[in-house]
């Protein structure tokens, strides 16, 4: 006796696509085929699961780094802050040759071990920190702040003969200083805002 035929749908055994395309098969015949789908499937399913594990891991790697490079934008900010808080206050306190010479008498120049510190800080930043442009700010602000203290200390130790001369030169240093001070906190402050 022949195998009993199970069939998916209702087959007409005169319709013209019955003898091309077999719908009816034994019961090991559909077990086969049901296996072989499930196996397709199975693999299928687990390639997207993979896939799916291997994107959150770059979205979760992505949002680290991003996290990791915010931070130091925020530090850096907060160092281009205070420096150019430190700078007004110290043009502000050099206004005049006078102003210089009282402060040399009365030993109230400025402490410039604040810009020092500020500049080690900035120096501390590795390229891969910052975004390129946010790097070459945190090199110019270091930069601006060791000069503001060379030039401070040149004046501070000549302040006994400081002609007003010499006050014009270092002053007009003291002025190139500034600017990128200010710029450069502008500067980080909208790296910030576009990061």
Known sequence: MADQE???????????????????????????????????L??????????????QAQNADTAKERNRILAHLLQ??????????????????????????????????????EFDAIADRLDQFVATDLPPSAFRLAGALAKASRRLVQISNQAHARWRYLTDADYER????????YPTVVLGAGGVANALEHF
């Open 6 to 40: 199970y069939c998916l749908l209702f087959v007409d055994r005169w319709a013209w696509w019955s003898d091309h395309w077999a719908m009816c098969m034994t019961r090991s015949e559909w077990a086969s085929w049901v296996q072989g789908i499930g196996t397709i």
């Open 42 to 55: 199975a693999v299928v399913a687990s390639a997207w699961v993979v896939r799916w594990q291997v994107q």
């Open 76 to 113: 850096l900010h907060e160092l281009a802050g205070e420096l150019k808080r430190l700078s007004e206050d110290h043009r502000s306190r050099f206004g005049s040759r006078h102003d210089a010479v009282t402060m040399g008498q009365a030993g109230t120049w400025p402490n410039l071990e």
């Open 170 to 177: 270092y002053a007009a240093e003291l002025a190139k200083c």
